[in-house]
């Protein structure tokens, strides 16, 4: 006797929620293409995982003036897209939060106002 053992009885593989964070973390930056400030802090992500679903949040800077909505979309797709395809699971809701915005008028200024 071989005793095969059926696909829904040999167990799941659990993937950790901070893997998934770094997965969407990396895919924010791909996203982005380069468009990180270069005083800026890399994006971040944090992860909550029920199942085989996912919802992220991914905290990021951009440089100013730019197409800040369109740069969110972008993040919101590549990382759905990436945490699909690396981790197998479902992403209903990738949060984006801008957390700094940084112009090229004021880099090496200091702090001072712009007139």
Do not use: N
């Given at each position: 006797?071989?005793?095969?053992?059926?696909?829904?009885?040999?167990?799941a593989?659990?993937?950790a929620?901070?893997?998934?964070s770094?997965?969407?973390?990396?895919?924010?930056r791909?996203a982005?293409d380069?468009?990180?400030?270069?005083?800026?802090a890399?994006?971040?992500?944090?992860?909550?995982?029920?199942?085989?679903?996912?919802r992220?949040?991914v905290g990021l800077?951009?440089g100013?003036p730019s197409?800040?909505g369109?740069?969110c979309?972008?993040?919101?797709?590549?990382v759905a897209?990436?945490?699909k395809?690396l981790?197998?699971?479902?992403?209903?809701e990738?949060?984006v939060e801008v957390?700094?915005?940084?112009?090229?008028?004021t880099?090496?200024t200091g702090?001072?106002?712009?007139?």
């Open positions: 006797m071989t005793g095969t053992v059926e696909p829904a009885e040999r167990g593989t659990r993937i929620d901070r893997v998934v770094k997965i969407a973390a990396q895919a924010a791909e982005l380069g468009a990180v400030p270069a005083d800026g890399p994006p971040h992500a944090t992860v909550t995982v029920q199942d085989d679903r996912a992220v949040r800077e951009l100013y197409d800040i369109g740069q979309g972008a993040v919101r797709r590549q897209l990436r945490i395809a981790a197998g699971m479902e992403v209903p990738v949060t957390e700094r915005l940084h112009s090229a008028q880099r090496g702090l001072g106002r712009i007139r």
